[in-house]
Nanobody, 122 residues
Framework: DVQLQASGGGLVQVGGSLRLSCTAI????????IAWFRQAPGKERALVSC????????FYADSVKGRFTTSTDNAKNTMYLQMNSLKPEDTAIYYC???????????????WGQGTQVTVSS
């Protein structure tokens, strides 16, 4: 099983940037689908990005496309979410997740990080 440890959240002004990190402990991301979700107050958890473990292809929610980028550093067993041009509506708790089906990203993924708060102030 994969244990995920997320970090990097914080408070940032509109238009600023943050990079979230998620480290796999005791395993690697090889062949896993890896994803970032977020949950704003009063809203359901929503998929932000998904990176396929089969071919490295990526998916981004329309709301973040062109502003957010997911990447991995296999040597460090770490995945990242680079967030640029942040908006107040990006305020949420962000979760990293991984699953053994390399092309499947959904809220029922098997492994989850603990969540990290991102607050964008206007």
């Amino acid at each position: 099983d994969v244990q995920l440890q997320a970090s990097g959240g914080g408070l940032v002004q509109v238009g600023g940037s943050l990079r979230l990190s998620c480290t796999a402990i005791g395993s690697t991301f090889d062949d896993y689908a890896i994803a970032w979700f977020r949950q704003a107050p009063g809203k359901e958890r929503a998929l932000v990005s998904c990176l396929s473990g089969r071919d490295g292809s990526s998916f981004y929610a329309d709301s973040v496309k062109g502003r957010f980028t997911t990447s991995t550093d296999n040597a460090k067993n770490t995945m990242y979410l680079q967030m640029n041009s942040l908006k107040p509506e990006d305020t949420a708790i962000y979760y990293c997740a991984a699953g053994k089906i390399p092309t499947y990203c959904n809220t029922d993924l098997a492994f989850w990080g603990q969540g990290t708060q991102v607050t964008v102030s206007s």
